[in-house]
């Protein structure tokens, strides 16, 4: 599959000029810079998929990685999806819900503790999304229940 690519946003110019990642090595770079620079979430919309009616993309996905914690956190929007909507990985959920908290850009997101995964399983999302012109990752457990506070 073909695909035009993956901007992704995690610093403040990239809202002007986001990076744009095509290939795995792409993401393979960016981890290498968010690890080294303690940056801990990126933003990612894919290019290849449709925006709502508003001008907004029909989907998102954020990804964090904390070295000092050896783990990273996955979060999915896409109302064509199932389960649909907002959704989080799901690591060791008798973690709980935490929270921990990432950072993307100046917006501090927390996530529920039991949604934190190796790093490299947050790579292997990543690749997948560039990859597949903006699906949602198969490689990772998702939870919806996490936003709720159902726990």
Request: glycine share 8%.
């Amino acid at each position: 599959m073909i695909t035009r690519g993956v901007k992704a946003i995690y610093l403040p110019e990239h809202f002007e000029n986001p990076m744009i990642l095509t290939t795995s090595e792409d993401v393979d770079d960016m981890f290498t810079i968010l690890l080294a620079d303690d940056i801990n979430a990126v933003q990612f919309f894919s290019l290849d998929r449709p925006h709502t009616p508003a001008g907004w993309p029909d989907h998102e996905l954020i990804a964090g990685v904390r070295k000092d914690r050896n783990a990273g956190v996955l979060s999915s929007m896409d109302e064509k999806c199932d389960p649909v909507g907002h959704v989080v990985s799901v690591g060791k959920p008798e973690l709980g819900r935490g929270p921990v908290y990432y950072t993307c850009v100046d917006s501090v997101h927390d996530f529920p503790l039991f949604s934190e995964v190796p790093i490299e399983t947050v790579r292997r999302a990543v690749k997948e999304f560039v990859a597949s012109g903006g699906k949602r990752p198969a490689c990772v457990e998702w939870d919806h229940r996490g936003f709720y506070k159902e726990y």
